[in-house]
């Protein structure tokens, strides 16, 4: 079980998009009920790019292919438990926001 999030993203906000939605998603966040510009409270955002990142840092690659696939490699390497651990402190990240009213919540993680 989980619920889509939407961000703020434009295309997320378009006609076609929402019919989509509302048809295979039903009860899904819109833009509407998440904080605009919020990376703080995304996982890829907050935690796995920069994990992504870290894995392939150092490394040249010819062409955006090599990139891609090194990416794939990288993504297929995670632990489960790390994405677990991941997801399950967007709970708390959200609690925080609340408590921050949408401010910067980061010191009260």
């Known amino acids: 079980p989980f619920i889509l999030q939407q961000?703020?993203?434009?295309?997320?906000g378009s006609r076609s998009t929402l019919a989509v939605l509302e048809a295979h998603f039903p009860?899904?966040?819109?833009?509407n009920l998440w904080p605009a510009s919020s990376p703080d409270l995304n996982p890829m955002d907050f935690s796995v790019?920069?994990?992504?990142?870290?894995?392939?840092?150092?490394?040249?690659?010819?062409?955006?292919?090599?990139?891609?696939?090194a990416l794939e490699v990288a993504w297929a390497s995670i632990d489960d438990g790390y994405l677990r651990r991941t997801v399950n402190s967007v709970k708390k990240r959200l609690r925080a926001?609340?408590?921050?009213?949408?401010?910067?919540?980061?010191?009260?993680?």
Request: aromatic residues 12%; neutral net charge; glycine residues 12%.
């Open 27 to 31: 009860g899904f966040l819109d833009k």
């Open 49 to 69: 790019w920069g994990m992504l990142e870290g894995k392939i840092a150092g490394k040249v690659f010819a062409t955006v292919d090599d990139l891609k696939a």
């Open 7 to 12: 961000d703020w993203a434009p295309s997320h």
């Open 97 to 109: 926001c609340v408590k921050a009213r949408g401010s910067n919540f980061e010191i009260l993680l």
